[in-house]
């Protein structure tokens, strides 16, 4: 004679099912979010790093006059003259280049790193008197690079972007 209604037995597994499905579906939002996030980092760092790249590439590679040791605690870039004056910058949070702050840039961080570099190859290490430099803006996040720009000038003002 049977029964009418479900098992214990069946009960458990019906729940254990559904458990399963909500854990699978919990972890799909999470990792979603999580990939929303890196993104948006990404794309804000890369905004970051290019509106420096775009202040640095429009000055002249060496000043004729050297304005001499420029202090990098300043809030303001407006005594910079040109490509070589960023060399070693830094600044968290990052700031436009009149010294207000950039706006939702609380724990970024940018760097710039000027280097000369060879002509026949320039991602190798730094090397002298070759009049072709290497601008390498960085944008990070907690310590996480987000964002990266890098172009080449050289003396005769012709300059690449990648």
Do not use: N, P, Q, S
């Given at each position: 004679m049977r029964r009418a209604g479900i098992a214990m037995?069946?009960?458990?597994?019906?729940?254990?099912?559904?458990?399963?499905?909500?854990v699978a579906a919990m972890s799909l939002v999470s990792s979603v979010a999580v990939e929303r996030r890196v993104s948006n980092e990404r794309s804000f760092g890369q905004l970051l790093a290019r509106q420096l790249a775009e202040e640095i590439a429009v000055l002249p590679l060496d000043a004729a006059i050297d304005a001499g040791a420029i202090d990098s605690a300043l809030p303001?870039?407006?005594?910079?003259?040109?490509v070589t004056d960023?060399?070693?910058y830094t600044r968290s949070p990052p700031r436009m280049r009149d010294g207000t702050a950039v706006p939702g840039a609380d724990g970024w961080t940018r760097s710039v790193e000027v280097t000369e570099v060879a002509p026949g190859n320039p991602e190798g290490a730094e090397v002298a008197d070759t009049d072709v430099y290497r601008v390498r803006v960085t944008a990070e996040f907690n310590g996480r690079v987000a964002g990266e720009m890098v172009f080449y000038r050289s003396e005769s003002g012709d300059e690449a972007t990648r």
């Open positions: 037995v069946e009960a458990v597994m019906a729940i254990a099912v559904v458990g399963g499905l909500a303001a870039r407006t005594l910079y003259d040109d960023y060399d070693g």
